[in-house]
């Protein structure tokens, strides 16, 4: 018996934010494992990973012992970023995940010995970041955006390029949604791993880990 497909539109985009997000951390993990996850029967993981693939979200490899393993593409990526978007706009327990996602990363950077460091990318989640930064040990020097029209935001410089932050900063904290994964690589590229930083909620690991080429 086929699945039934949700007819709530929200509870729709949950679902497929959940799987395009199980699938970013692990393609290899069953159905059954993402439907436990879920909290959803497996008949509708299956259901939506079929349409996940036919609307070209997923793609399918090869993996061990005949098994598949489940990859995003980039449209994957831009549909998981779009619908992390608009749950961030209209949901306050995901501002509340995001703000201690933030409040963890500085610790993080801190206990990793960063005291100066850059955001990637003006949005909603930058906000979260530099309120998150007032009164502690971590300073931000500059928010960093190509697309940004204005040159201050929150009382931050904003400039198009890391190449002209104007001050030595030792990280960069990835706080861009609508191009969070584009974000990221550039800034692995360019910084190296270890100097990039992203909250668990934007499912950003470099490229390797995931195993994609």
Not at 18 to 27: I, K, M, P, Q, Y
């Amino acid at each position: 018996m086929a699945a039934t497909l949700p007819t709530d539109e929200k509870d729709s985009d949950r679902l497929v934010l959940g799987l395009l997000t199980s699938v970013e951390a692990d393609g290899a993990r069953s159905q059954r494992r993402i439907a436990a996850e879920l909290g959803v029967a497996l008949g509708l993981v299956n259901a939506y990973l079929k349409r996940a693939i036919k609307k070209g979200f997923v793609k399918v490899g090869q993996a061990p012992a005949r098994r598949y393993a489940y990859y995003l593409t980039p449209r994957g990526f831009s549909e998981k970023s779009r619908l992390t978007v608009q749950f961030l706009s209209s949901s306050f327990s995901l501002f509340r995940k995001a703000k201690e996602e933030y409040a963890g990363i500085l610790e993080r950077a801190e206990a990793l010995g960063f005291r100066r460091i850059v955001l990637a990318g003006q949005s909603d989640l930058c906000e979260i970041a530099i309120l998150s930064a007032v009164d502690g040990p971590v300073s931000i020097v500059a928010i960093v955006d190509p697309d940004a029209t204005a040159t201050r935001f929150i009382g931050i410089n904003v400039v198009s390029s890391y190449a002209l932050v104007d001050e030595p900063f030792d990280a960069i904290v990835v706080t861009h949604l609508t191009a969070a994964r584009k974000v990221f690589d550039d800034a692995v590229i360019n910084f190296g791993p270890e100097r990039v930083l992203a909250p668990d909620l934007l499912g950003l690991r470099p490229r390797l880990q995931q195993g994609v080429a």
